[in-house]
């Protein structure tokens, strides 16, 4: 099966502080993602990355930045948290970059900034 | 652009009732339609999937037909069950992209 991790359940952060949120998926896959989840938005992506070193904005790119140095490693940091960042954020990877393509989600983080 | 719009929650059924949650997309060629079901405290896992009009995506006794000519996707079950209680999430990829865009989720309540 998929592993998807992220290397926090909860975080709670002040404001200003430097976050920095891991996932780590097992499957070798090419492609991963990172979305925050909010009460009626739904999903929105933030940044996804198709290989190593490589990054791309999603639709709400504003106030974070990214890491991915190695193919099972992505990061998503918020360089001076704010608390409208509160929120639940998800992690996701998939094999190739095929629409029909499952994205398998990690449990997510569920950011608190006071 | 791309777009998914799903019926408000939440949707509150008895034990083996039947469930109709509505999707509609708006979406430019052909995409690929999913739902995805996020049970409590954890992430998205995928429900199920349709890849071409008239597809029937289906698994764990939900049903969902991809309808080119209404551009809908509704979800179906016909005896939902107390475990069945969690956020159901509408999503399409268009044909040239992997990106998932989302509807803003169905809370399902389920009561014994």
């Known amino acids: 099966d998929v592993k998807v991790t992220q290397s926090s359940r909860y975080l709670v952060k002040r404001t200003g502080e430097k976050v920095f949120l891991e996932c780590v998926q097992d499957?070798?896959?090419?492609?991963m993602f990172w979305y925050r989840q909010d009460p009626g938005l739904g999903l929105r992506l933030i940044y996804f990355?198709?290989?190593?070193?490589?990054?791309e904005k999603g639709d709400i790119p504003e106030g974070y930045s990214v890491s991915r140095e190695k193919k099972e490693r992505f990061s998503l940091i918020l360089e001076s948290a704010s608390t409208n960042q509160t929120s639940m954020y998800l992690c996701?990877?998939?094999?190739?970059?095929?629409?029909?393509?499952?994205?398998?989600f990690g449990p997510g983080t569920r950011l608190t900034v006071l | 652009g791309n777009s998914v719009t799903q019926m408000e929650g939440p949707v509150t059924l008895s034990e083996e009732a039947f469930l109709t949650i509505n999707c509609t997309y708006t979406?430019?060629?052909?995409?690929?339609l999913f739902w995805y079901v996020q049970y409590p405290g954890e992430g998205l896992q995928l429900l199920l999937k349709?890849?071409?009009?008239?597809d029937k995506g289906s698994n764990k006794g939900f049903e969902a037909t991809y309808r080119k000519e209404t551009t809908s996707f509704h979800l179906e079950k016909g005896s939902v069950q107390v475990s069945d209680s969690a956020v159901y999430f509408c999503?399409?990829?268009?044909?040239?992209?992997?990106?998932?865009?989302f509807g803003t989720g169905t809370r399902l309540q389920v009561f014994p």
């Open positions: 349709a890849t071409k009009a008239d």
């Open positions: 990355s198709y290989d190593v070193k490589m990054k």
């Open positions: 996701a990877s998939t094999p190739s970059r095929q629409g029909t393509d499952t994205q398998y």
């Open positions: 499957m070798d896959h090419e492609n």
């Open positions: 979406a430019t060629g052909y995409p690929s």
């Open positions: 999503a399409l990829t268009s044909y040239n992209t992997d990106k998932l865009i």
